[in-house]
């Protein structure tokens, strides 16, 4: 078996047709097909593709070229009902989370007046209305 990196080897999940041909017994209709497919699991899964069995599976892993992604999406992960860490939704950089902060300060300062504004209305109303 071929031994690559992570980086030289094909993402199923996640790459262009013109990289997953590049995979034994995949060619352009088995790719566009594996991309309508996805995601997978794992490799073993590719037998859900037309034509691929588990004589064509394990040539595929003695080739080393096509792997599953390191982690899995938030989708994913939520269809498994596994919960999706934090950081598959903040960004890289964390560039934005000063912003979310203060955006949430202020739409819990506004909802807790708007809560008090009804409270104080309600009570008006409840003094106001004559009891029978």
Excluded: W, Y
Aim: include cysteine.
């Amino acid at each position: 078996m071929l031994i690559l990196s992570i980086a030289t080897r094909i993402d199923i999940n996640a790459s262009p047709l013109e990289e997953l041909v590049k995979i034994v017994h995949i060619g352009k209709a088995r790719a566009l097909e594996l991309i309508s497919l996805r995601p997978f699991s794992s490799l073993d899964d590719l037998t859900r593709i037309n034509g691929i069995g588990e004589s064509r599976v394990n040539d595929i892993k003695k080739q080393g070229l096509a792997r599953i992604g390191e982690s899995q999406s938030a989708e994913t992960q939520l269809a498994q009902n596994q919960p999706a860490a934090a950081a598959d939704f903040l960004p890289a950089d964390n560039s934005q989370f000063p912003f979310l902060l203060s955006s949430g300060l202020v739409i819990a300062i506004s909802l807790g007046f708007a809560i008090l504004f009804l409270k104080k209305k309600l009570l008006c109303q409840d003094i106001a209305t004559p009891k029978p």
